[in-house]
Structure formats: C-alpha cells, structure tokens
Nanobody, 126 residues
Framework: QVQLVESGGGLARPGDSLRLSCAAS????????LAWFRQAPGKEREFVAG????????RYADFGQGRFTFSKDRLRNSVLLQMNSLRPEDTAVYYC???????????????????WGQGTQVTVSS
C-alpha cells in the first residue's frame, strides 16, 4: 500500500515561490503516473501537473505553464512541484496523487488515481 506525504506548503506573498514535495512510503513510484491537484474553497479539485514516473512528457494545466515545474527526485522517491510567480488565485490545498500507469490524456482525471496524500495548504496573500 503506497502512502503519499506532501510537504512544503505555507503562506506566500504574490510573486513569491514555493516548492512542494511528495514522498512515497510503502512502495516505490515504479509503474505509476503521478500528479499534483489542487482544490480551492468552494471549487472542484483541479489538475495542476503530472507525468509518468518512467518516461513520458509532463503535462501542465494552462494556469501553471511557465510558472510551475513538475519534477521527479528518483533518489528520494518523491515528486516536486516548484511554483514561481505565485498569485492569490493559486491559494488552495495541493494534493499529490498516484495511479497505475495510464495514458497522458488521462493524467488530468482525478478518478484515475488510486492514492492521494493528505494535502498541503498554500495561501498566497499580501
């Protein structure tokens, strides 16, 4: 049973950067697709960025293109989300998700993921 633990959230000012980390315990990310989602109060959970652990291109939501970077730390069996130029509308709980490999177009579908972290709060405010 894979467990996901996120870290790195917090309070930031507009224009600041934060880096989120998601580490796996109870197993490795081999054969998984991984992604970050976020959910703001009163809104549905939405895809942020994701990729297969082994190969495949990274997919980003439009709002993250050029500002967010999804990466994999194979040594620590974790995935990272570097968020730059943060905006107040980026305020949300950010979740790490993992599911057994599926096609890239399906990365955006939260129903494809079997495992979820507990979430980490990101608040962007001046």
């Amino acid at each position: 049973q894979v467990q996901l633990v996120e870290s790195g959230g917090g309070l930031a000012r507009p224009g600041d950067s934060l880096r989120l980390s998601c580490a796996a315990s109870g197993g490795s990310f081999n054969s998984f697709s991984l992604a970050w989602f976020r959910q703001a109060p009163g809104k549905e959970r939405e895809f942020v960025a994701g990729s297969r652990w082994t190969g495949g291109a990274t997919r980003y939501a439009d709002f993250g293109q050029g500002r967010f970077t999804f990466s994999k730390d194979r040594l620590r069996n974790s995935v990272l989300l570097q968020m730059n130029s943060l905006r107040p509308e980026d305020t949300a709980v950010y979740y790490c998700a993992a599911g057994y490999n599926f096609r890239q177009p399906e990365l955006v579908d939260p129903d494809r993921y079997e495992y979820w972290g507990q979430g980490t709060q990101v608040t962007v405010s001046s």
